[in-house]
């Protein structure tokens, strides 16, 4: 890799608050999950399990 | 390559974008507005007949606010250009460049369309389909059209601010009810008097004018404007008795209710009769500050009477 391969607009400053807002998304994204993971089992209620097929 | 990493190691950083913190993002969704919109919405959910489970309340609760975090973005990349010339909003971070325009345009758009099809998908599609109709009237009626060319765009777009506790109440129920409509009026009318109290500050009227926003106080003056607040502010007393009449409330609300707006009156009144100086001035920030209160207080009793078990009255409409 050379050098200007390795050169990027951004400093060391702009680094850590992409870093921060990545972080950040990564948290939303999980908490995403977790919505329509409960919601989904809050939906299908306690009767789920003795359902007819 | 080698063009594409000279261009990379030359461009300023500021050009790429990407400058943006976590807490510029934040602010761009008008942290301030998105709380009374939280209040409100959550207000409409325990206000309407019926029950929901609590994580479903709680689904909707987020969806609202996050769209009202989505209008408020993409109510700041159309506004760049007048936020930066008034001293009130030039912080903002679209103005001050930390943000560019098309990073707030993407925020906004993302952010609208997930709130939309989670309360629409998790809750019911009519709140989603209210919730959808409401981030399009903030940004395309009142910001894209209204704010710009007519001294009514308050009292117009007064609408998609009091639609939240229309969109929770209907997360509920499925269906726009009269009950929610008194909600829905109680912030609508509320909206003119609260804002032209503030538009007719000194400093704030001046950035108005400055920004050629068409505020009331600007084009048709400040007289003009008061006569209007105290005629609104008349208005809006009456409207507040109307959870009472759809038996939506009772007697604790609908007395605490009528003594607030006997001192929003109070405060109309004294902004209509005080019209040069200091005083004036005072008036102006007293009713502004009383009228945020007063709206609190309104949606705190429905709350406070649910809380306690009050009975409401028999519904006289509907």
């Known amino acids: ?53 | 390559m080698s063009d594409l990493n000279t261009y990379a190691a030359d461009t300023p950083a500021t050009a790429e974008g990407g400058q943006g913190s976590v807490g510029d993002y934040f602010a761009l969704l008008k942290p301030r507005v998105m709380s009374l919109v939280i209040f409100t919405a959550f207000v409409g959910i325990i206000a309407a007949p019926g029950a929901v489970h609590p994580w479903i309340g709680f689904v909707a609760l987020l969806a609202i606010a996050v769209g009202a975090g989505a209008a408020g973005a993409l109510n700041m990349w159309y506004d760049a250009d007048i936020d930066a010339m008034m001293k009130r909003t030039a912080k903002r971070p679209v103005p001050k460049g930390v943000v560019l325009p098309s990073e707030a345009l993407g925020f906004g758009l993302t952010l609208a369309v997930g709130s939309v099809l989670v309360l629409g998908l998790l809750v019911n599609v009519t709140a989603g389909a209210l919730l959808a109709f409401t981030i399009f009237f903030y940004i395309a009626i009142y910001t894209m059209w209204l704010k710009r060319l007519t001294p009514q765009n308050i009292v117009i777009g007064g609408a998609a601010g009091a639609f939240p506790p229309m969109v929770g109440w209907v997360s509920v129920t499925g269906s726009v009810d009269l009950g929610s409509i008194a909600l829905f009026l109680i912030i609508f009318m509320w909206t003119p008097p609260h804002f032209w109290a503030l538009a007719l500050w000194k400093k704030i009227n001046a950035d108005y004018t400055n920004a050629g926003v068409p505020m009331l106080p600007v084009v048709a003056g400040p007289d003009e404007t008061r006569r209007q607040i105290l005629i609104y502010t008349l208005l809006l007393f009456p409207i507040t008795l109307l959870p009472s009449l759809t038996g939506t409330t009772g007697l604790f609300y609908t007395v605490t209710t009528a003594a607030l707006g006997v001192v929003f009156i109070y405060h109309a009144v004294q902004v209509y009769r005080l019209r040069e100086g200091v005083e004036a001035e005072t008036a102006c920030k007293k009713l502004f500050g009383f009228s945020t209160l007063w709206l609190f207080l309104v949606f705190a009793l429905i709350l406070v009477e649910r809380g306690l078990g009050l009975p409401a009255f028999a519904p006289v409409l509907g």
């Open chain 1, 1 to 53: 890799m050379n050098d200007a391969m390795t050169k990027t607009p951004f400093g060391p400053e702009d680094m850590s608050r992409r870093k921060k807002r990545a972080a950040v998304m990564a948290l939303i994204l999980f908490a995403l999950v977790v919505l329509f993971f409960v919601t989904t089992i809050v939906r299908l209620g306690s009767g789920v399990a003795d359902r007819a097929f």
